[in-house]
Nanobody
C-alpha cells in the first residue's frame, strides 16, 4: 500500500516557477514508478511526467518538455515536479500517482494523491 500527499501548488503569474512535492508513505515506494498527472476543468487526466523507481528513466508530455523536471529522493520517499516558465494552459489540479511502471493511461496507475491546485494567470 502506498499513500501519497501532494503539496506546493498555488497561484502564480505566467513565466513563474513552482515546485510540487509528493510525500509517500509505505515501504514499497522505492519499488514504484511515480508520475504527475493533471486535470483541467472539463478535461480528462493527462500525464505530465513519470519517473521509474531507480530515477534513471523519465517521461514528459511534449508540452512540458524543457520546462518541467521530475525527480525523486527514495531516501525521503518524495517525488518532485519542478515547473518553470509556467503558462496559463498549465492551470489544473496536479496529482501524484504510483504504479509498477510508467503508463500513459491514468487508469493504469494504482495509487493517487488528493491533488493540488496550480493556477497560472496571464
Amino acid at each position: 500500500q502506498v499513500q501519497l500527499v501532494e503539496s506546493g501548488g498555488g497561484l502564480v503569474q505566467a513565466g513563474d516557477s513552482l515546485r510540487l512535492s509528493c510525500a509517500a508513505s509505505g515501504r514499497t515506494f522505492s519499488n514504484h514508478a511515480m508520475g504527475w498527472f493533471r486535470q483541467a476543468p472539463g478535461k480528462e487526466h493527462e500525464i505530465v511526467a513519470g519517473i521509474n523507481w531507480t530515477g534513471d528513466s523519465t517521461y514528459y508530455r511534449d508540452s512540458v518538455k524543457g520546462r518541467f523536471t521530475i525527480s525523486r529522493d527514495n531516501a525521503k520517499n518524495t517525488v518532485y515536479l519542478q515547473m518553470n516558465s509556467l503558462r496559463p494552459d498549465d492551470t489544473a489540479v496536479y496529482y501524484c500517482a504510483a504504479a509498477k511502471n510508467i503508463y500513459i493511461y491514468h487508469r493504469s496507475w494504482d495509487y493517487w494523491g488528493q491533488g493540488t491546485q496550480v493556477t497560472v494567470s496571464s
